[in-house]
């Protein structure tokens, strides 16, 4: 790829990124101007009125900065997830809830909202109930063939269908009245709930993850030739694949336990980025957290905007996801027959 195109490219994702932030935090159901926007966040509202200054700093900062920031984190730390799970299998149809962690994220959330848990024993209820979804579909495939990529697959859908089962018998024992039209929105995906401490507790584990599946990208290419290929090469096939899934596990779980079951990015952005980037992992890769951030973040400004009543954004990415996929399809299809 051309050294200029490169960066002409990572300008506009990062420039774009930056102004769609900018404009998020002036949307939602109290529009703020993009006049009194600007002045705030440059600092230069000292000379308003003091009722003004102070309500415009808790709608920006308090309420929208949050919610932004998660949007953010969260679509790109399933868009990298979903593109380290392409590399490791090779297979363009793989997204995040491939090995069960999805499902298993969604009951250990249910199971929080029966139980009646805090906010924060809901989120390590998810991030665990996901882990162990992932752990019970690698326990499965190594039970019958460890080096079978075939038996993983079969191991995540008996995860898969284990956890969705348990979800539905939480579904049904739940009150009908309380605890389920709570299970049914948070598995709907939404980012009304995202304060500074799930900000927090989300960036560090998706940087690090980020970045070290980034710097995993050469020896995901050369997984690409094959496993016997890669050793040839020197990569340690077994440790790369794993470690990779692992990564993407927590990077899902972790924006599971957060937003709630939101699909489509995972399968999405990651053939968006090859398409501008090409099949180099180590420039897909964080593409693909920029533009999987760019995705989430419009989803929830739509969902925000659209109408008097919020609609959850898990809603809004599939319904854009489908457009979106249709419109790249053709593009793509010519890679997967080549």
Request: aromatic share 6%.
């Amino acid at each position: 790829m051309n050294v200029w195109r490169e960066r002409a490219l990572w300008g506009v994702a990062l420039g774009g990124l930056l102004v769609l932030v900018v404009v998020s935090l002036g949307l939602g159901r109290y529009r703020v101007p993009q006049g009194e926007l600007m002045t705030v966040l440059l600092g230069r509202d000292g000379a308003m009125p003091e009722t003004r200054r102070t309500l415009l700093h808790s709608i920006l900062f308090a309420t929208r900065l949050p919610r932004v920031a998660s949007a953010v984190i969260v679509g790109a730390a399933l868009s990298v997830s979903g593109a380290g799970f392409q590399a490791v299998f090779r297979n363009p149809l793989v997204s995040p809830g491939l090995l069960g962690v999805l499902a298993g994220a969604g009951f250990g959330a249910a199971l929080g909202i029966v139980a009646g848990a805090s906010p924060m024993s809901m989120h390590l209820l998810s991030f665990a109930g996901g882990a162990v979804a992932v752990a019970a579909a690698v326990g499965v495939a190594r039970l019958f063939d460890a080096a079978s990529m075939l038996m993983l697959v079969f191991g995540g859908l008996v995860s898969t269908a284990l956890f969705t089962a348990l979800l539905s018998l939480l579904k049904y024992v739940a009150d009908p009245d309380k605890q389920l039209p709570d299970i049914v929105f948070w598995l709907l995906g939404s980012l009304t709930q995202a304060t500074e401490a799930d900000v927090v507790v989300m960036a560090v584990p998706v940087a690090i993850g980020v970045v070290g599946l980034t710097l995993c990208g050469r020896m995901l290419d050369a997984l690409a030739m094959g496993d016997d290929e890669a050793r040839t090469l020197g990569v340690p096939v077994g440790v790369l694949r794993y470690g990779v899934i692992a990564v993407a596990t927590v990077l899902s779980a972790v924006t599971v336990s957060v937003a709630g079951m939101i699909g489509w990015i995972g399968l999405i952005v990651p053939h968006v980025a090859r398409l501008l980037a090409g099949p180099c992992n180590a420039r897909v890769l964080p593409l693909s957290a920029c533009i999987g951030g760019i995705f989430l973040l419009v989803c929830d400004d739509v969902a925000r905007c659209v109408s008097v009543e919020e609609i959850p954004v898990g809603l809004i990415a599939d319904l854009l996801g489908v457009g979106v996929f249709l419109c790249v399809l053709r593009l793509i299809r010519r890679g997967w027959v080549e």
